[in-house]
């Protein structure tokens, strides 16, 4: 997004790039859910000339450019959550938010100092399903409608098959990108929308038709 560089592999090569090379550092790759529509919807806003930061929109690419450098906005803002989706904290972590977790980091580096944080005000935590649209305030509250509206029980899964925290990151991430790409992971069928995806996942029950660990169980993902 920032040079002419290409990259190809694992995706950590294209994001330590970013982070060393342009100060732009959106998060460890693991923690990344569908990074390529993450980069996607970063690259369409820096195509419309918007700041990633401030959100503000400018005449050309050079105006934006120098205005991203000069306020060190190659970042991006913390309070949209249009970016709670792809961060697996938000599916992972008892409902925190990304942000939320470094702070926490933030502070635990500041125990030796006499910091008041009596007036800190906590960021609303939106959750995303990993099927639809719905929302959650919690992570239990939006496992409950997983399992309710679409027959897919994420606790239960964890818990059956052992998983640990990057092999749990590694199946939302498969599940996340064969739902946006409109296919079931159980029979690889491939639909026209999402929506009819969704139904077939419903008549089928193939929402909890997991294929074997070795499908998904990858270091790119």
Avoid at 6 to 32: K, Q, T, W
Avoid at 44 to 67: A, S
Avoid at 151 to 166: A, H
Wanted: one cysteine or more.
């Amino acid at each position: 997004m920032f040079c002419n560089e290409e990259f190809s592999g694992n995706r950590s090569v294209l994001l330590n790039h970013m982070s060393r090379e342009h100060a732009f550092n959106i998060g460890l790759p693991d923690n990344i859910v569908n990074c390529r529509e993450f980069l996607r919807t970063l690259q369409r806003k820096l195509d419309n000339l918007q700041c990633l930061y401030c959100e503000k929109t400018f005449r050309d690419k050079n105006t934006l450019r120098d205005h991203m450098r000069k306020k060190q906005h190659r970042r991006i803002n913390p309070r949209n959550r249009e970016y709670d989706q792809f961060y697996v904290i938000n599916y992972l972590e008892l409902g925190k938010s990304w942000e939320e977790v470094q702070l926490e980091d933030d502070r635990e580096l500041l125990d030796h100092q006499e910091e008041d944080w009596s007036g800190w005000e906590e960021l609303p935590v939106s959750t995303v399903c990993l099927f639809c649209d719905t929302r959650a305030e919690a992570i239990e509250k939006l496992c409950a409608h997983m399992e309710e509206a679409h027959e897919f029980d994420l606790p239960k899964i964890k818990s059956e098959l052992g998983l640990n925290f990057y092999q749990q990151v590694k199946l939302v991430n498969f599940i996340r990108r064969q739902v946006h790409q409109s296919r079931c992971y159980g029979c690889r069928a491939k639909f026209a929308s999402r929506a009819a995806l969704r139904a077939h996942l419903e008549d089928a029950g193939h929402a909890s038709l997991l294929p074997a660990m070795d499908a998904w169980d990858q270091p790119q993902l």
